[in-house]
Nanobody, 123 residues
Framework: QVQLVESGGGSVQAGGSLNLSCAVS????????MGWYRQAPGKQRELVADITHGGATGYADSVKGRFTISRDNNRKTMSLQMNSLEPEDTAVYYC?????????????????WGQGTQVTVSS
């Protein structure tokens, strides 16, 4: 089974930095698009940033210039460097990956999620 495990959340003051990491483990063929999502209390989950296997990135307007997403395909990890954090960035951050697996010779793809890590930014 595929598992995603996040780490690196915590509490910081506005203007501070945090680095989130996501590690993918299990039996699979390929990791396609990976991304970070966040969900603040009372709000819908939203895409923060994503990155293709080839390294092309995309960011939500609210984090452009402050957050940087990266991945290491060999180590099967993804990171999110968050700088100049604002109280509005407070949320649970989730790692997501589109993964291809093979079972009984049949290849299929599915989205997998991590358990989430809390990021709290105080003013």
């Amino acid at each position: 089974q595929v598992q995603l495990v996040e780490s690196g959340g915590g509490s910081v003051q506005a203007g501070g930095s945090l680095n989130l990491s996501c590690a993918v483990s299990g039996s699979f063929l390929w990791i396609h698009l990976m991304g970070w999502y966040r969900q603040a209390p009372g709000k819908q989950r939203e895409l923060v940033a994503d990155i293709t296997h080839g390294g092309a990135t995309g960011y939500a307007d609210s984090v452009k210039g402050r957050f940087t997403i990266s991945r290491d395909n060999n180590r099967k990890t993804m990171s999110l460097q968050m700088n100049s954090l604002e109280p509005e960035d407070t949320a649970v951050y989730y790692c997501n990956a589109a993964v291809s697996t093979s079972q009984n010779g049949v290849v299929s793809s599915a989205d997998y999620w991590g358990q989430g890590t809390q990021v709290t930014v105080s003013s």
